[in-house]
């Protein structure tokens, strides 16, 4: 069996093909050009996912070695996503289904950064707790099965790599700037205490952070001009502790919560170091079996989508012609 995936949800064009199970290509379009903005500009996004499409698709199977008359369905990204960029793939998808004959299905981007976790060894077991944290999204998801999941905390504004790209825009750092803080806060020590929101239950909150982050800057400037040159390593390193520590306190609730014991991180911010670490040396101390996908599976990719799809195949769940994009996309 195989599939070939596409995934068009925000700034990056990608496609994967899997074939009984395995990944043999996953090729990915980067949009570089919304760097000049700080921030994706969703039209900018749907027209280069336009240019980027077809080359992308035709790359992926070529690097699989695969013919496209041998594909046995067409996966895509439903959503959630900025409509624009969703349509494009979802065109795209419904177009060679068509023209080929072969089955198409419709795959939810957060459920698909879940399945991530089923490309590579080691396998989580069923049921598990997966931390999924991105641009656009920060849920606690319970997975009780391969398409049985359940969001049992999520934030209640900003995302975790929204905080992390807002914040680095005080900074003047490039976007997206999740990476960059990352590799700054490598250099600095976490010697600034932000604080942490008191949010019930297994919820989030990070547009605090972002007014504290901002009024502390305010007030250090006005004492010291050059207080951002001189400190900004040691900031990066502070504002990235907090976001981990808001994080990871929320997952160890929700181990102690649900008793269970393997426990996952997925999505954008999944790639970044400290998180993984602390993710690492939680569950040995414990007792957590824990997983965290290959970095290149962490960022939006279309590997993830074609997973989803694989065990959307065998359950025989596909979509008809007349399927259309959702923004918003829960399950
Ligand atoms: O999952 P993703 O590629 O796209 C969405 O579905 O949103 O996540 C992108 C997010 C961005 O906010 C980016 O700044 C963040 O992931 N990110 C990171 C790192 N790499 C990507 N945040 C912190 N540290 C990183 N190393
Ligand atoms: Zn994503």
């Known amino acids: 069996m195989t599939i070939l995936g596409i995934e068009s949800s925000c700034d990056d064009t990608s496609a994967a ?9 996953n090729c990915i379009a980067n949009q570089t050009i ?32 695969i013919n496209k008359k041998d594909l046995d369905a067409i996966a895509f990204t439903r959503g959630p996503g900025l409509m624009g960029s969703l349509l494009v793939g979802v065109s795209f998808a419904k177009a060679l289904a068509l023209g080929l004959n072969i089955p198409l299905i419709e795959v939810n981007h957060m459920q698909a950064h879940v399945l991530a976790h089923f490309i590579d060894d080691p396998k989580p077991q069923l049921p598990f707790l997966c931390l999924t944290v991105s641009g ?20 209640l504004d900003d995302a975790a790599g929204e905080a992390f790209d807002k914040i680095g825009k ?5 976007y997206p700037a999740g990476p960059i803080v990352d590799r700054l806060a490598k250099l600095g020590t976490p010697r ?10 297994l919820d989030f909150s990070f547009s605090g952070l972002k007014t504290a982050v901002l009024y502390f800057l305010k007030d250090q400037i006005k004492q010291d001009e050059d207080f951002m040159k001189n400190n900004l390593n040691d900031v990066c ?4 502790a907090r976001i981990v520590s808001i994080l990871m306190n929320k997952l160890k609730k929700a181990a102690e919560q649900t008793g269970i014991r393997e426990v996952a991180i997925a999505g954008g911010v999944s790639a970044n170091s400290a998180l993984r670490q602390a993710l690492h040396d939680t569950g040995e101390q414990l007792g957590w079996n824990t997983y965290i996908p290959a970095f290149q599976y962490c960022t939006d990719n279309a590997a993830m989508i074609a997973m ?14 007349d399927v259309t994009p959702t923004a918003r996309y829960t399950f």
């Open 34 to 65: 919304h760097e000049l903005y700080g921030g994706v500009v969703p039209e900018v996004a749907s027209r280069a996912h336009q240019i980027n499409i077809l080359p992308v698709v035709e790359t992926a199977l070529n690097q699989a070695g």
């Open 237 to 240: 390193a502070s504002v990235q």
């Open 136 to 155: 656009g999204h920060t849920q606690i998801v319970l997975v009780k099965d391969y398409l049985e999941m359940q969001v049992i905390g999520q934030t």
């Open 170 to 174: 005080l900074l003047n750092l490039g």
């Open 17 to 25: 093909i899997l074939k009984e199970g395995k990944i043999l290509s």
């Open 192 to 201: 600034f205490a932000f604080p942490e929101p008191q949010i019930a239950e």
């Open 308 to 321: 989803a799809a694989y065990f959307k195949y065998q359950q025989g769940l596909f979509a008809t012609q």
